[in-house]
C-alpha cells in the first residue's frame, strides 16, 4: 500500500470515529444506506472486472505494446484521444481499464489522452448537450476540452 492510501485509510476512520461521536444514530442510518448502494452497485463492479479481462484476453499485450506503447507516441495519443472521445465508459470503469492498461505495456501519454478524452469530451453525448445548451456551446466544449485533453496528456507525459 502507498503512502496516498494509507493517508485515505486514515483520515477515512478518524472522521467516522468524528461521526459517531458526533451522531450515532445518523452514522449507522448513512453506513446502512451506503451498504445497499454499494449492493447496487456490486453488479457493475462485477461487469467491470469482467469487461477488463476480456479487453485483455481478446487484445494481447504485444499489440497493447505496439499499438500504444513508446514507438509511436503522437499517432497512439491522436488515436487514443479520438477513441476516448467516441466511447461512452463510466468513469469507474476507464480508470482500472487504463490502469490495465498500462501494466501490458501501453504508454502513459496515450492512456492519459484516453482517460481524459473519455471523461471530458461527448461525441455520443453531442446531441443532448446541443439540444439542451446550443450547437455553438456544444461544439466550442467539446473542441476545448479535446486540446486541453492533449494537453494533459502530453503534460502528464513530461511528468512521469
Request: glycine share 10%.
Given at each position: 500500500m502507498d503512502i496516498f492510501t494509507i493517508a485515505f485509510w486514515i483520515i477515512a476512520i478518524v472522521l467516522t470515529v468524528i461521526s459517531l461521536i458526533k451522531d450515532k444514530k445518523k452514522t449507522f442510518a448513512a453506513m446502512k444506506k451506503s451498504k445497499g448502494m454499494m449492493?447496487?452497485?456490486?453488479?457493475?463492479?462485477?461487469?467491470?472486472?469482467?469487461?477488463?479481462?476480456l479487453v485483455?484476453?481478446?487484445?494481447?499485450?504485444?499489440?497493447?505494446?505496439?499499438?500504444?506503447?513508446s514507438a509511436n507516441t503522437f499517432v497512439s495519443t491522436v488515436v487514443s484521444a479520438l477513441v476516448g472521445s467516441i466511447t461512452l465508459?463510466?468513469?469507474?470503469?476507464?480508470?482500472?481499464?487504463?490502469?490495465?492498461?498500462?501494466?501490458?505495456?501501453?504508454?502513459?501519454?496515450?492512456?492519459?489522452?484516453f482517460l481524459t478524452t473519455l471523461t471530458m469530451v461527448?461525441?455520443?453525448?453531442?446531441?443532448?448537450?446541443?439540444?439542451?445548451?446550443?450547437?455553438?456551446?456544444?461544439?466550442?466544449r467539446n473542441a476545448l476540452s479535446f486540446g486541453f485533453a492533449i494537453v494533459i496528456a502530453l503534460t502528464m507525459g513530461v511528468i512521469l
Open positions: 449492493g447496487n452497485m456490486l453488479g457493475e463492479i462485477v461487469a467491470i472486472i469482467f469487461l477488463i479481462g485483455l484476453t481478446f487484445i494481447p499485450p504485444e499489440t497493447i505494446k505496439i499499438v500504444l506503447g465508459i463510466p468513469a469507474f470503469v476507464a480508470f482500472p481499464l487504463v490502469g490495465s492498461l498500462v501494466d501490458v505495456g501501453a504508454s502513459i501519454v496515450p492512456a492519459v489522452a461527448g461525441i455520443v453525448t453531442f446531441p443532448l448537450e446541443k439540444k439542451e445548451f446550443g450547437t455553438k456551446f456544444a461544439l466550442t
